[in-house]
């Protein structure tokens, strides 16, 4: 169907699939466009959030996310996310990203959100670990074991000199083969560990990304020192680490809004009366511009909740128009 509007037609956008952003947004440069997105003047709205219900299944949820640099350039995401998906070997999480000029709202670019947003999610965690992990973490813990995961091992390793690494799911079969896909990848071991106290106990950085509903990471198993990437629960409802873990951290956020009404794990720690919103020690921008410097000791116990922030979305989508042009 076309629409008679008197105007021109205007010329196709480029649209960037999964592979061109991949190509486009190495972790090194991801990591510090994602840095330098926090730490400038910008806008990002809270991100607009809707129930979708799916008969005799699990309800979706859509996500509308903008952002913007003002008289630069200006993104929003639509993002759906459908948790029965993974009973049909189909991705919970789809999405698509559009890119606009801020100064003339003319849109510059479409891109797979789904990509976008599981590198610039990735970078998220590896930037908070640059200011909240040890500086000698050798050993990485993931939890999980969907698409998230092998982007977060190899963010992980970008600003850690990471050893060895473990995987562990819920499913000993794929948590195995992706164990292995990562070793020879890598050229480290990786392996899976059927038992998660177990995992935990040589873990440095622990870093989740699942839909859990119920606590997998009990905090009488966390070991001192060690540094909780916190990325999975994206409802009050989920959570993947139980309150006494939250009780017995240094706790950062990306955004303190998304924090309040989105991180399962920190909401439930608080309705237990084991954590208070101004127990926060900061968030992501305090931490980027240089407006919060921490001293690290080496026996805390840190923890960064991510629920995801559209200017992290912006950042990439940035990188990779420039990069393209």
Not at 268 to 291: E, I, P, R, T, Y
């Amino acid at each position: 169907m076309t629409y008679e509007t008197g105007l021109p037609a205007s010329p196709a956008l480029p649209y960037f699939d999964a592979e061109t952003i991949a190509a486009a947004t190495p972790w090194p440069a991801l990591i510090a466009a994602v840095r330098e997105a926090f730490g400038r003047p910008h806008v990002a709205p809270d991100r607009h959030i809707h129930t979708i219900e799916v008969p005799g299944e699990v309800s979706a949820t859509a996500l509308l996310m903008p952002a913007w640099i003002e008289g630069e350039v200006y993104g929003a995401k639509l993002a759906n996310i459908f948790p029965s998906n993974n009973r049909r070997r189909q991705p919970a999480v789809n999405s698509v990203y559009v890119l606009f000029s801020a100064r003339t709202g003319a849109p510059l670019a479409i891109m797979d959100g789904t990509e976008l947003t599981g590198r610039r999610t990735a970078a998220a965690s590896a930037l908070m670990a640059s200011y909240l992990a040890r500086p000698d973490s050798r050993n990485l813990l993931i939890v999980g074991t969907g698409r998230l995961a092998p982007l977060l091992f190899e963010a992980h390793c970008a600003v850690r000199d990471i050893s060895s690494a473990i995987i562990w799911g819920r499913n000993a079969d794929t948590a195995t083969a992706l164990a292995a896909r990562l070793s020879a990848r890598s050229a480290m071991p990786v392996r899976a560990e059927a038992n998660l106290e177990t995992a935990l106990e040589a873990a440095d950085i622990v870093s989740t990304a699942t839909i859990s509903t119920s606590p997998l990471v009990r905090g009488r198993w966390v070991r001192p020192g060690t540094h909780l990437d916190l990325v999975g629960a994206f409802r009050p409802d989920m959570c993947e680490v139980d309150a006494e873990a939250v009780h017995r951290s240094e706790v950062y956020v990306d955004t303190l809004s998304g924090a309040k009404t989105e991180a399962g794990d920190l909401i439930q720690a608080h309705d237990q009366a084991l954590f208070a919103w101004q127990d926060v020690k900061g968030d992501m921008a305090q931490l980027c511009s240089g407006s919060l410097r921490i001293e690290r000791k080496s026996d805390s116990v840190t923890l960064f909740k991510s629920v995801g922030a559209a200017i992290e979305d912006l950042a990439a989508a940035e990188l990779v128009y420039r990069s393209n042009g």
